[in-house]
C-alpha cells in the first residue's frame, strides 16, 4: 500500500552533517504521521525522530538540538536533517508511516529498506 526508500546516507566525519530523504508511494502521504527510526549494531531500534500529520514533532533526546525532521507533502517526501554527527549516531535508519501515530514504530506501520549513516574520524 505505501512504500518507502530513503536515500542520503553515507560515511562521514564527527561534527559533520548528511540529510536523509524518505520518498513514499501512495496517494494519502499528508495523513501518515512519519517517523525516523535507527539501530545500531548490538542495540535495540530507537525512535530519533516523528512529525505528525498536523506538523507536531518529537525527539529523541540524544538529537534534540541537533537533528530536524521536517516533510514535504507535495513531494512525498519526508527528511532528517543530521547536524553536528557524532560516532554514537552509526546506525542504520529508517523511514516509518502509519496512519495512526500510536502504531509509529511497529509492524502495523510501513518501514523503508533503511540507510546506513556511519560516523567515522
Known amino acids: 500500500q505505501v512504500q518507502l526508500v530513503e536515500s542520503g546516507g553515507g560515511l562521514v566525519q564527527p561534527g559533520g552533517s548528511l540529510r536523509l530523504s524518505c520518498a513514499a508511494s501512495g496517494n494519502i502521504f499528508s495523513r501518515y504521521a512519519m517517523a525516523w527510526y535507527r539501530q545500531a549494531p548490538g542495540k535495540q531500534r530507537e525512535l530519533v525522530a516523528s512529525?505528525?500529520?498536523?506538523?507536531?514533532?518529537d525527539y529523541a533526546h540524544s538529537v534534540r538540538g541537533r537533528f530536524t525532521i521536517s516533510r514535504d507533502n507535495a513531494k512525498n517526501t519526508v527528511y532528517l536533517q543530521m547536524n553536528s554527527l557524532k560516532i554514537e549516531d552509526t546506525a542504520v535508519y529508517y523511514c516509518n508511516a502509519a496512519l495512526r501515530a500510536a502504531v509509529l514504530g511497529t509492524a502495523s506501520g510501513f518501514w523503508g529498506q533503511g540507510t546506513q549513516v556511519s560516523v567515522s574520524s
Open positions: 512529525i505528525r500529520s498536523g506538523g507536531s514533532t
